[in-house]
T-cell receptor, first 114, second 111 residues
Framework: GAGVSQSPSNKVTEKGKDVELRCDPI?????LYWYRQRLGQGLEFLIY????????KSGLPSDRFSAERTGESVSTLTIQRTQQEDSAVYLC????????????FGPGTRLTVL | RKEVEQDPGPFNVPEGATVAFNCTYS??????FFWYRQDCRKEPKLLMS???SGNEDGRFTAQLNRASQYISLLIRDSKLSDSATYLC????????????FGSGTRLLVRP
């Protein structure tokens, strides 16, 4: 079946603009995760959803970052007033459940803020 | 101290060599352990879970030492296609859902 998909694959934006990144998880996966990976760095956890709820938003770097999920499916990560330090690859993953179950990643969105 | 620590490498080995990576984690309550593989400019892909008794998948063997809080990955008969960054992953300190990724160990297999 289809894996996790993300769009756009690449996004170049100007400092101060808002961007929306989309994630389509594997069908039937109730848990969805967002990570950020800066060049040459490890993965940084941002937020997770169980169904449409996000119980823990503490990983979001600032209040410019928000995320939502609808229909227990698609999720959108929004970054307002982008800054150059937001440049990174944003990865989405999904899993059948929580409790450390295996996560499957999408190809990521490479965000460049000029 | 980082929650998951790995030697960044690179490990540069000839084809056919056996290579081992270690990873240490700080949360003694962690219950879930994985190795992921990440190719350059690609997303991480699950390589294998790590079980308490140790487990093997073809040329790959993973072991867990709870007492010392480290995880190992052994790759036998290295192939050129094994060249990648190997990420050690452990569930987080404050909950079981949050996976904490190490920064990865880079492996280069040369002809």
């Amino acid at each position: 079946g289809a894996g996790v998909s993300q769009s756009p694959s690449n996004k170049v934006t100007e400092k101060g603009k808002d961007v929306e990144l989309r994630c389509d998880p594997i069908s039937g996966h109730t848990a969805l995760y967002w990570y950020r990976q800066r060049l040459g760095q490890g993965l940084e956890f941002l937020i997770y959803f169980q169904g449409n709820s996000a119980p823990d938003k503490s990983g979001l770097p600032s209040d410019r970052f928000s995320a939502e999920r609808t229909g227990e499916s698609v999720s959108t990560l929004t970054i307002q007033r982008t800054q150059q330090e937001d440049s990174a690859v944003y990865l989405c993953a999904s899993s059948l459940g929580l409790a450390g179950t295996k996560q499957f990643f999408g190809p990521g969105t490479r965000l460049t803020v000029l | 101290r980082k929650e998951v620590e790995q030697d960044p490498g690179p490990f540069n080995v000839p084809e056919g060599a056996t290579v081992a990576f270690n990873c240490t984690y700080s949360n003694s309550a962690s219950q879930s352990f994985f190795w992921y593989r990440q190719d350059c400019r690609k997303e991480p892909k699950l390589l294998m879970s790590v079980y308490s008794s140790g487990n093997e998948d073809g040329r790959f063997t993973a072991q867990l030492n709870r007492a010392s809080q480290y995880i190992s990955l052994l790759i036998r008969d290295s192939k050129l296609s094994d060249s990648a960054t190997y990420l050690c992953v452990v569930n987080g300190m404050d909950s079981s859902y949050k996976l904490i990724f190490g920064s990865g160990t880079r492996l280069l297999v040369r002809p």
